[in-house]
């Protein structure tokens, strides 16, 4: 089976001012590392995410972006200078296999809506999934939600 790293154990006594004396302000003292089986062994893995055939065509998820949390946090100086404006993120395997890259200007469009985004590409991120944060005014995302059926599909292609 394939081993994929993670984390078992994390020791909150570092916060304590005895961390010089017992030696746990390094990571390793933190943070112990470990090994786990492949979940998709035992059939716990995800699905694959089922899309249209149409090139492009992913499932669109919304949700509070990692910086922003509503239209108050759009006020803060700090918060706009890490996301100014929205963006969809794709995997970065989508991205190529679409021939674009990081910072390319996208249209997505749904059944009922479309808007022209920046893109970003993202390891992280599930292939055949589209992400746009509903924190910014600009772009309601619930619009592409105003779909016939119970997944919402978008298609992403160079604007």
């Known amino acids: 089976t394939k081993e994929v790293s993670g984390y078992a154990e ?16 390094n990571k390793e003292a933190l943070v112990k590392s470990f090994s786990a089986p492949n979940l998709a062994v035992y059939g716990f893995a995800p699905a694959p995410v089922a899309g249209g055939t149409e090139a492009g065509s992913m499932q669109l998820v919304t949700g509070n972006h990692l910086f922003h949390s509503g239209k108050l946090s759009m006020r803060s100086t700090t918060l706009t200078e890490l996301l100014k404006a929205a963006v969809v993120e794709i995997s970065t395997e989508d991205a190529t296999a679409l ?7 996208v249209r997505v469009k749904g ?23 509903e924190n910014f005014e600009d772009v309601p995302v619930k619009r592409f939600l105003k779909t016939r059926g119970a997944v919402a599909r978008v298609i992403v292609s160079k604007a």
């Not at 021939?99 to 200007?105: E, F, T």
């Open 10 to 25: 994390v020791n909150l006594l570092f916060n304590n001012k005895k961390n010089v004396l017992n030696r746990l302000d």
């Open 99 to 105: 021939g674009l890259k990081n910072g390319d200007k």
């Open 111 to 133: 059944n009922d809506y479309e808007a022209v985004l920046t893109l970003r590409a993202n390891a992280g991120t599930r292939r055949g999934v589209a992400f746009i944060a």
